[in-house]
C-alpha cells in the first residue's frame, strides 16, 4: 500500500502555548550563561529560534492514540486478530510478523500500528517540526525547580534551572496517507483530547507544563487518482471504474477491489457524507475536499465525519 497513493490528508493547525512549555535539547551546552535546561532551537526563516520537534510531537499524539483504543479495546493478542488495538511495547516482538507478505503484515497489526508503524510495517502519518509564526511573539522564560527524594522529603537534585516558552504560535501539517475514515477520525479524537487538556508535550507534564491549544487553519483531503465529473456531479476514478458522489469521504479500501481490501483488512464500504463539495486540485488533475478553520462546516467537521466511521467500527467489534 505504500507504492501508491489512494487518498491523502494534510491536516494545517497551530498549537498555542496554554502556559509554559518545554521541549529540551538533547545535550547540555556549555555557555555557563544559559540554563542546565534548553529549548531545542533550529534555524528557521533566516534565523535561529526554538520549535517544536515533529518527531514530539509524533510520540506523543501516538501515546495518547494507544490510550484511547486501549480504553475501548486491549493490548495485542494474536489468537483473536479481531480485537488486536494497540501493541504492549515492552512484551511484543512482533515474532509472529516474521516471514509474512506485506498485505498479512499489515492485516496482522495492531489499529495503532497501522497507522504510526512498527518494525516491520512504515508509519502512514508524518507530522512536520512546528516552527513559531512570527518570532516576536515568543515569550522565553527562566524558572527554577528541584527534584524532591520520594522517601526523606529532602531535595534530591538541584536546584537547576529551566527555559520555558510561555506564549507564542507554532505552525505544523500533520500529513495521513492510504488511510481508513476510522483511522482519520482516531486522529480527530487525539488533537481533540490535545486541545481539551487531557495530555500534554514535552518536558514535566507532571508539573504542569507541557498543554496547548489547537486551532485548526485548514485540512484538505485528496484523491490523486481520481477526477471530477462536474456535468454527473460525481468523483470518478481516471483508471478503474469506481464512482461516487462529489460530496463524499472517501477512505483508502473504497479504491481498492474486494480482495485486495480483505488482504489488508481495509472497510469497505468506508464512505461518510459531508457538507463539502469536492474540486479539481492544481493542474486540473486529482480530486480535492477542503475544510477552511474551526467554523461549522471547518476542520472539526471533517473529523466529525471521520469519527462516525471509527464508531462504526467500535460497534462492529462489539458485536
Same mark, same amino acid.
Given at each position: %500500500?505504500?507504492?501508491?497513493?489512494?487518498?491523502?490528508?494534510?491536516?494545517?493547525?497551530?498549537?498555542?502555548?496554554?502556559?509554559?512549555? =518545554?521541549?529540551?535539547?538533547?545535550?547540555?551546552?556549555?555557555?555557563?550563561?544559559?540554563?542546565? %535546561?534548553?529549548?531545542?532551537? #533550529?534555524?528557521?526563516?533566516?534565523?535561529?529560534?526554538?520549535?517544536?520537534?515533529?518527531?514530539?510531537?509524533?510520540?506523543?499524539?501516538?501515546?495518547?492514540?494507544?490510550?484511547?483504543?486501549?480504553?475501548?479495546?486491549?493490548?495485542?493478542?494474536?489468537?483473536?486478530?479481531?480485537?488486536?488495538?494497540?501493541?504492549?511495547?515492552?512484551?511484543?516482538?512482533?515474532?509472529?510478523?516474521?516471514?509474512?507478505?506485506?498485505? !498479512?503484515?499489515?492485516?496482522?497489526?495492531?489499529? #495503532?500500528?497501522?497507522?504510526?508503524?512498527?518494525?516491520?510495517?512504515?508509519?502512514?502519518?508524518?507530522?512536520?517540526?512546528?516552527?513559531?509564526? !512570527?518570532?516576536?511573539?515568543?515569550?522565553?522564560?527562566?524558572?527554577?525547580?528541584?527534584?524532591?527524594?520520594?522517601?526523606?522529603?529532602?531535595?534530591?537534585?538541584?536546584?537547576?534551572?529551566?527555559?520555558?516558552? #510561555?506564549?507564542?504560535?507554532?505552525?505544523?501539517?500533520?500529513?495521513?496517507?492510504?488511510?481508513? =475514515?476510522?483511522?482519520?477520525?482516531?486522529?480527530?479524537?487525539?488533537?481533540?483530547?490535545?486541545? !481539551?487538556?487531557?495530555?500534554?508535550?514535552?518536558?514535566?507534564?507532571?508539573?504542569?507544563?507541557?498543554?496547548?491549544?489547537?486551532?485548526?487553519?485548514?485540512?484538505?483531503?485528496?484523491?490523486?487518482?481520481?477526477?471530477?465529473?462536474?456535468?454527473?456531479?460525481?468523483?470518478?476514478?481516471?483508471?478503474?471504474?469506481?464512482?461516487?458522489?462529489?460530496? =463524499?469521504?472517501?477512505?483508502?479500501?473504497? /479504491?481498492?477491489?474486494?480482495?485486495?481490501?480483505?488482504?489488508?483488512?481495509?472497510?469497505?464500504?468506508?464512505?461518510?457524507?459531508?457538507?463539502?463539495?469536492?474540486?479539481? %486540485? !492544481?493542474?486540473?488533475?486529482?480530486?480535492?475536499?477542503?475544510?477552511?478553520?474551526?467554523?461549522?462546516?471547518?476542520?472539526?467537521?471533517? /473529523?466529525?465525519?471521520?469519527?462516525?466511521?471509527?464508531?462504526?467500527?467500535? #460497534?462492529?467489534?462489539?458485536?
Amino acid at each position: %500500500m505504500h507504492k501508491r497513493f489512494v487518498n491523502h490528508c494534510t491536516i494545517d493547525l497551530t498549537l498555542i502555548p496554554d502556559g509554559p512549555i =518545554l521541549i529540551k535539547s538533547g545535550k547540555e551546552g556549555a555557555d555557563p550563561t544559559k540554563p542546565d %535546561m534548553e529549548f531545542v532551537e #533550529t534555524y528557521h526563516a533566516g534565523g535561529k529560534s526554538i520549535y517544536l520537534p515533529g518527531s514530539s510531537l509524533k510520540g506523543a499524539i501516538r501515546a495518547h492514540a494507544e490510550r484511547v483504543v486501549r480504553t475501548v479495546g486491549k493490548d495485542s493478542n494474536p489468537d483473536r486478530l479481531d480485537i488486536l488495538w494497540a501493541n504492549d511495547p515492552l512484551n511484543d516482538k512482533y515474532d509472529y510478523l516474521q516471514k509474512e507478505s506485506s498485505s !498479512d503484515i499489515y492485516k496482522l497489526s495492531s489499529f #495503532t500500528d497501522r497507522i504510526f508503524g512498527n518494525t516491520s510495517i512504515a508509519s502512514r502519518l508524518r507530522i512536520q517540526d512546528a516552527h513559531p509564526i !512570527d518570532k516576536k511573539q515568543l515569550k522565553i522564560q527562566e524558572r527554577n525547580g528541584v527534584a524532591i527524594d520520594r522517601v526523606f522529603g529532602s531535595v534530591a537534585v538541584g536546584p537547576f534551572n529551566y527555559q520555558v516558552c #510561555t506564549a507564542g504560535e507554532f505552525r505544523t501539517k500533520i500529513h495521513l496517507k492510504n488511510f481508513s =475514515l476510522a483511522q482519520l477520525g482516531l486522529i480527530g479524537l487525539v488533537l481533540r483530547d490535545l486541545n !481539551d487538556g487531557w495530555f500534554g508535550i514535552g518536558f514535566a507534564k507532571s508539573r504542569g507544563l507541557g498543554t496547548v491549544t489547537v486551532k485548526y487553519n485548514e485540512a484538505v483531503v485528496q484523491y490523486p487518482g481520481c477526477q471530477l465529473d462536474k456535468d454527473n456531479r460525481q468523483i470518478q476514478q481516471i483508471v478503474k471504474s469506481g464512482r461516487w458522489g462529489h460530496t =463524499l469521504l472517501l477512505g483508502a479500501g473504497e /479504491f481498492l477491489d474486494a480482495e485486495e481490501a480483505a488482504n489488508y483488512g481495509f472497510p469497505k464500504p468506508d464512505n461518510q457524507p459531508t457538507p463539502i463539495a469536492a474540486e479539481p %486540485m !492544481d493542474l486540473d488533475f486529482g480530486v480535492q475536499l477542503k475544510w477552511q478553520g474551526d467554523g461549522e462546516t471547518g476542520v472539526p467537521n471533517l /473529523f466529525q465525519c471521520a469519527v462516525r466511521a471509527w464508531s462504526k467500527l467500535l #460497534t462492529g467489534a462489539a458485536a
